[in-house]
């Protein structure tokens, strides 16, 4: 039920540290050691080079694709500091906006969905977590959470625009602004939930992991008052946390603890896949079933070349 | 991160004496260093110095020794060696052996003093033996236990004086040597060698054990089989014991190269939370000198195989990190409130003599700034910067008054400045500066001083961390540029600096090439980039090298490390896990940056640590990260062949491929693959390409999706739009209702009901696909827009006798506003269009010719007429919404799993599909905010958002190609003007640049620079 369809010769000089498609999954952005950012069209398992981006004077870390009606728009996170948003304009890929207010590697980057206009959440290690929004005027506003995690923030997820309580909207026609959220981990093993309240607050903090936690995700809604996170470690385990939408607190439950450490997790469009991947070179895929329960579909193994399993 | 700042101060070499071991003894006065050649007695307060040198010319190497632990005994040592101990006796002046203990038939491994009864030692061997001596007898041991196996170490509990444990391998025996047949407790509890052995002093029951697999783990000794916490280092782990003082461990490694001393606390072992750095080779053993009574400190001594020995202080502060709570405590001032930061400075201070320049004396500051987080789960978190500044003398710390004195000292000025810390520093406040005595800058320039100080104390306390050293640097860049120095002179300080950093390896020089600042904020002026270091990286996470996503609609993207790079995952070793931080990138290229300083200085900053791979063809890769990987190949293969030697020919051409193959693909580092994951995903493709949509017969719509389903042989999907079109049937209500014509449909549980009961059931599937396309079905589009917008219009008009229909509202004038902002985007007219059709409802709800199909009894406005027809019989209980059969309660919900649908339909790029599914929608989209197209009705001179005049109803626009009305999608010139059909025109400028019309108008163009404005 997984087949493969194009590998993509990227031709970096050294380690690949993210790969995304873009949002009609036509093309290809990875980033790397070598400090570039690369950008293929893919079409019919063929590639071809679009971009090959420089700018960035440390490994790139990240990659993030901003929603197609602001344009072609792809944001890049480096060691160096320093956040890149890139943009094409009349075929070209130009710097659109750097951003260099962090003291130490930015490690996460992250769009707000598309409703909130063009935002983007960048997690350091300076401990501190910004936040630029695009201006009407074309400009960049900057918002800065200081020491939203003690050590290092690692990564950043936003929460998705269709509001948990909206299955609460009656049919009164007014449908209230869903309130924006995001969540971040770092190296204090919290993963935190953030609400924007005309400043941005700190909503919830999720004890759970006994080491760094290097990732999070907040699901994909469907429309359901539940919401979802899942969050990975150092300490090798990935963590669901659910939240019914109506209370303030999160369960916790621990999806499964890995041979190494995890280092991503992603949720499939509908939220119900979930593909881990860590430090063994090997990708897990986990699927809610109907009841609730958590299974692992089938194992991606890169090194070997092996396919994933068959359903 | 523990911060790793040294706080040594005593270094005494010994290189003539060629110990093997050291014992301190009880009174923590003197010192013995025994090896084969000699002991010798060493003061601890004079540790330079050998008071006494024992010649002992023995075969054999000392392979333990201890001081008798009891006051009046305290003269007494016991050493071993060979397969005998002999106790001597000291006596401040002199060695005089006093016995010789021999029984063992093999070489004695461990030694231990009773903590109770003061003439009992115990001894363990090789030989399986553990003996127990009363050392008044020494013909024989009082109690010899028989193990199978030899054992490494024995310890007496320090709690209970009956039981001690002893170490076989990887396994704990804990014996009672009352009932000495055999042990009362086996503990399996590594899989590998235990080196070290230590009770706790105050848990009766607790044991740690240190081994070669990486762990220090504890033990209840009553629950064997239960590890109660382990400690994980990165290398084997020689010696761990229990700290004197609170809750602490203290760790030795035993890997070339791991020289410092770990502390740990007992309360979180992920970290330690010191590191005692300056050996330079591994450390052998360690003791504790207790404290004075008018000083809460310890000292840590420690013999290293360097034959040097080093003297620590352990203050209270670090105390305080293992959870020592001293009693009275003098520090209480800056602790008023316990939610701030405790913060204390203090500077230790040595001079060593730089070996490179003898005319220049080196001071080392050393200031640590340890914050105490907030909340008590993050550990406590130290920012400590060492940094060898030039000029810069500490001369006076009072860590009471929280002050400290420096003297800097420049070509041409001398400046003394006091630095006094308030008690709110860093949580607000900022240190005073003062300049003293000595000064021999005029006033005007400390002006300036103080200025540039207290900048730079405001920034560092705003960015949290605070950092007096940082400041100081601060200030001496602005004394630099005060006194312009000789350009000659600041070259060669730098490249003394320079060899100083590359020189860090075999010479007396403790440190590690620790150069950077910290923060860059600060040192703005290079320097910086050049020289990333521990302090900077710690606290980066490992980069990952492989991953999946999930992007667009249903792709899986994965990437990783490619095979020649795998990482052996050796069962054998705990370190197999991956790193967490980026700084153990450092230790394997440190080596490679000292050759590399000089070459690569001219390259990019970041050349020390990721030199591309493809510059470095004839050396070493292992810079990058993929060095981490490399490593622990070529390690793989090391060991792999030296435990095969029968096989060395075999592996070693293996490798060989191996390596050709290496060198081959060593650029293809990148694969990424692209998986088609949609088979996973409960949506299809095909079916939304397929799926129809009909807003005014739900029956017939479900039957064509039910064959569309078919079609893929989704025979669920089939069957449940089977049942749709059957829910949709109003001949049901006829048929089946005949005695309850007045209960609308929607209330029979086969109606509303089932039909909820479905949706929810693919709401647990996750099936948004068919539950949007159900939730359109049996949605309703037209009306359900139309009366919400009536609703705001009329509210906003205020004009009650306005009909809605014929007649222009006036938010649809407010709409005209949002002309504004130019985007790419909408060169179609399809979004635009929506917004009109909610601007002017009457549009859509004009019949259109088509007689009302039997269907339509469902939507409301036929309902309610049926209503006010049986309004007599009193059925008036019967509201608008109870005929509908989605609840219009969830209209939230179901508009929820529309846009969810819509979202991924534009990801597959069905557009049109997209469009209709968002025509459902209860509460309307936000409209289009961007570049519209507004048409004029020349008769009736009104603009029009769309293909139709509102008033006279005439079609108004014409393709400018094949002449025909526009009604759908629409794209026109923004400079001429001229435009048509959507698909004339992309079809037109797909071999065109000129307008259709002939106009002139490069369209193409033109509009290109249009949108880039």
Redesign the interface.
């Known amino acids: 039920m997984v087949s493969v369809i194009s590998t993509v010769d990227t031709g970096h000089e050294d380690m690949i540290h993210d790969a995304q498609m873009d949002y009609y999954g036509c093309r290809l952005a990875t980033c790397s050691s070598d400090r570039s950012v690369r950008i293929y069209d893919v079409k019919n398992g063929t590639q071809t080079l679009a971009a090959d981006l420089r700018g960035h004077e440390g490994p790139v870390w990240q990659i993030a694709w901003a929603h197609p009606k602001f344009g072609n728009i792809l944001a890049s996170c480096s060691y160096d500091h320093k956040v890149i948003i890139w943009k094409e304009m009349n075929g070209q890929w130009v710097k659109f906006y750097e951003y260099a207010n962090h003291d130490s590697s930015v490690n996460s980057v992250c769009w707000a969905p598309h409703d909130y206009g063009l935002i983007l959440a960048c997690g350091s290690s300076d401990g501190s977590i910004s936040i630029l929004s695009a201006t009407a005027a074309g400009g960049w506003e900057a918002k800065k959470i200081n020491n939203a995690h003690t050590i290092g923030c690692n990564a950043v997820s936003w929460a998705p625009a269709i509001g948990p309580n909206a299955a609460f909207d009656s049919t009164t026609g007014s449908r209230s602004a869903p309130v924006k959220r995001f969540v971040s981990g770092g190296c204090d093993n919290l993963v935190k939930v953030w609400r924007e309240d005309k400043e941005w607050v700190e909503e919830a903090k999720l004890e759970g992991h006994s080491d760094w936690v290097r990732d999070a995700a907040w699901a994909p809604s469907i429309g359901l008052s539940r919401t979802v996170i899942a969050s990975c470690s150092q300490d090798r385990r990935v963590i669901l946390w659910t939240n019914d939408g109506v209370s303030s607190s999160w369960n916790q439950r621990v999806l499964h603890t890995f041979e190494d450490v995890v280092w991503h997790v992603s949720w499939s469009v509908t939220g119900n896949i979930l593909a881990v991947s860590g430090g063994d070179n090997k990708v897990s895929l986990w699927k809610e079933t109907v009841e609730g329960q958590w299974v692992c579909i089938s194992d991606v193994n890169r090194g070997k070349g092996s396919t994933p399993g068959q359903q | 991160?523990a911060a790793k700042w040294s706080n040594e101060y005593v270094v005494a070499e010994h290189k003539d004496l060629q110990a093997s071991t050291m014992a301190l003894d009880s009174s923590g006065q003197y010192v013995l260093l025994a090896g084969r050649r000699c002991l010798a007695i060493v003061d601890v307060d004079n540790p330079s110095v050998v008071i006494k040198k024992f010649p002992r010319q023995s075969k054999w190497e000392v392979g333990s020794a201890e001081w008798n632990p009891h006051s009046h005994l305290s003269h007494l040592c016991a050493i071993s060696s060979n397969q005998r101990t002999e106790i001597l006796s000291w006596n401040s002046i002199d060695f005089t052996p006093l016995n010789c203990l021999r029984f063992h038939t093999r070489a004695v491994s461990d030694l231990n003093w009773h903590h109770f009864e003061p003439y009992l030692l115990a001894s363990c061997s090789v030989d399986t033996y553990i003996n127990i001596w009363d050392i008044r007898d020494p013909r024989k041991p009082c109690v010899s236990l028989s193990a199978v196996v030899g054992a490494t170490q024995v310890r007496w509990n320090r709690v209970t004086s009956h039981l001690l444990a002893t170490a076989h391998e990887g396994d704990v025996r804990l014996w009672d040597w009352r009932k000495g047949s055999s042990p009362v407790q086996y503990i399996a509890a590594h899989l590998h060698k235990i080196h070290g052995l230590d009770w706790s002093a105050n848990q009766e029951y607790q044991l740690a054990t240190s081994s070669q697999d990486c762990t220090v783990k504890f033990f209840d000794v009553n629950n064997p089989r239960v590890v109660e916490n382990a400690l994980r280092t990165v290398s084997p782990v020689w010696r761990a014991r229990f700290t004197p003082f609170g809750d602490g461990m203290m760790t030795t490694q035993l890997r070339r190269g791991e020289n410092s001393l770990l502390l740990w606390s007992l309360s979180d072992l992920?970290n330690p939370v010191h590191s005692f750095l300056g050996n330079n080779d591994l450390v052998l053993e360690f003791d504790w000198k207790s404290s004075r009574s008018d000083d809460d400190d310890y000292q840590l001594i420690t013999w290293s195989k360097d034959q040097s020995l080093r003297i620590w202080r352990v203050d209270v502060n670090l105390q305080k990190l293992c959870g020592y709570e001293p009693e009275n405590q003098p520090q209480i001032v800056y602790e008023e409130n316990e939610s701030t930061y405790d913060v204390s400075a203090q500077a230790v201070l040595t001079n060593t003599l730089s070996p490179t320049s003898h005319r220049k004396k080196k001071s080392a500051l050393s200031i640590n700034s340890s914050i105490v987080?907030i909340d008590a789960?993050?550990q406590p978190?130290h920012y400590s910067f060492n940094k060898e500044i030039d000029q810069l003398n500490v001369c006076d710390v009072d860590e009471t008054q929280r002050s400290l004195t420096t003297v800097i000292r420049t070509a041409k000025h001398q400046i003394v400045l006091h630095i006094s810390m308030p008690p709110s520093y860093p949580d607000g406040a900022i240190p005073n500066f003062l300049f003293g005595k000595g000064t021999t800058i005029d006033n005007n320039a400390r002006s300036k001083m103080l200025k540039v100080l207290k900048q730079a104390a405001t920034l560092s306390c705003r960015?949290?961390h605070p950092s007096i050293e940082l400041v100081l640097q601060q200030l001496l860049i602005s004394v630099d540029q005060l006194t312009p120095i000789d350009k000659s002179e600041t070259e060669s300080s730098k490249t003394i600096t320079l060899n100083v950093n590359s020189s860090t390896t075999g010479n007396t020089s403790f440190r590690l090439p620790q150069t950077g600042l910290g923060?860059?904020?600060f040192l703005q002026n290079g320097g910086l980039?050049g020289s990333l270091t521990h302090h900077?990286d710690h606290?980066?996470?490992?980069?990952?090298?492989?991953?999946?996503?999930?992007?667009?609609?249903?792709?899986?993207?994965?990437?990783?490390?490619p095979?020649y790079l795998?990482?052996v995952?050796s069962k054998t070793s705990d370190t197999?896990?991956?790193p967490?931080s980026?700084s153990v990138n450092q230790a394997y290229s440190s080596n490679l940056v000292q050759h590399s300083l000089v070459a690569s200085s001219n390259t990019?900053?970041?050349g020390l640590l990721?030199p591309?791979?493809?510059q470095s063809p004839t050396g070493d890769p292992s810079v990058?990260?993929?060095s981490f990987y490399n490593q622990d190949r070529r390690q793989k293969s090391r060991t792999s062949k030296s435990k095969n030697r029968l096989s060395s020919y075999s592996s070693s051409s293996d490798e060989n491929k191996r390596g050709a193959q290496e060198a081959r693909h060593h650029?293809?580092?990148?694969?990424?693959?692209?998986?088609?994951?949609s088979?996973?995903?409960?949506?299809q493709l095909e079916l939304a390409e397929r799926y129809v949509f009909c807003d005014t017969d739900t029956a017939w719509m479900c039957n064509q999706n039910a064959a569309v389903a078919a079609q893929f042989g989704r025979k669920d999907l089939t069957y449940i739009w089977s049942l749709g079109a059957l829910l949709a049937t109003p001949t049901l209500i006829h048929e089946n209702n005949t005695n309850d014509l007045d209960t609308p449909w929607a209330q029979n549980p086969f109606g509303r009901k089932l039909l909820h009961a479905i949706i929810d059931h693919y709401?647990?599937?996750?099936?948004?696909q068919t539950?949007a396309m159900l939730c359109c079905a049996f949605g309703y589009k037209c009306d359900s827009q139309e009366t919400?917008r009536r609703?705001?219009t009329r509210s906003e008009s205020g004009s009650p006798g306005e009909s809605p229909y014929h007649t222009i509202h006036p938010g649809d004038t407010t709409l005209d506003s949002w002309n504004v902002?130019k985007q790419?985007?909408s060169n179609s007219w399809s979004d635009s269009l929506d917004d009109f059709r909610l601007a002017t409802p009457g549009i859509n709800s004009v019949p259109s010719g088509r007689p009302l199909p039997i269907a339509s009894i469902f939507l409301p406005h036929s309902v309610t007429s049926v209503v006010s027809v049986n309004g007599a019989d009193g059925s008036e209980e019967y509201k608008d919404?109870d005929f509908r059969l989605l609840d219009?309660?969830?209209?939230?919900?179901?508009?929820?799993?529309r846009?969810?649908y819509a979202d991924?339909l534009?990801?597959w790029?069905l557009l049109e599909a997209r469009v209709l599914v968002l025509k459902y929608l209860?509460?309307p989209i936000d409209p289009h905010r961007g570049v519209d197209f507004v048409t004029e009705c020349v008769p009736c001179r009104t603009t029009v958002r769309g293909p139709q005049c509102t008033l006279c109803k005439r079609l108004l626009l014409n393709c400018v190609i094949c002449r025909v009305v526009v009604k759908g999608s629409a794209s026109f010139c923004l400079v001429c003007g001229h435009g048509g059909h959507g698909r004339c025109m992309s079809h037109w400028f797909t071999e065109e640049d000129e307008c259709p019309t002939g106009c002139g108008c490069n369209c193409l163009l033109e509009n290109?620079t249009v949108f880039?404005v």
């Not at chain 2, 709401?763 to 948004?768: A, E, N, T, Y």
């Not at chain 2, 219009?888 to 799993?897: C, Q």
């Open positions: 991160m992920s987080g789960i993050s978190e960015k949290g923060h860059p904020g980039f900077q606290n980066i996470p490992y980069p990952r090298s492989s991953g999946a996503r999930f992007c667009s609609a249903g792709m899986l993207i994965c990437f990783g490390r095979s795998r990482r995952n197999s896990t991956t967490r980026l990019t900053p970041y990721y591309p791979v493809a990058s990260i993929s650029k293809v580092v990148g694969m990424v693959t692209i998986y088609d994951a088979g996973l995903m409960p949506l709401v647990k599937l996750r099936d948004i539950v919400f609703k705001t902002l790419i985007r919404k219009p309660k969830f209209n939230g919900l179901f508009d929820n799993y846009r969810c991924i534009y990801r790029g209860s509460t290109n880039s």
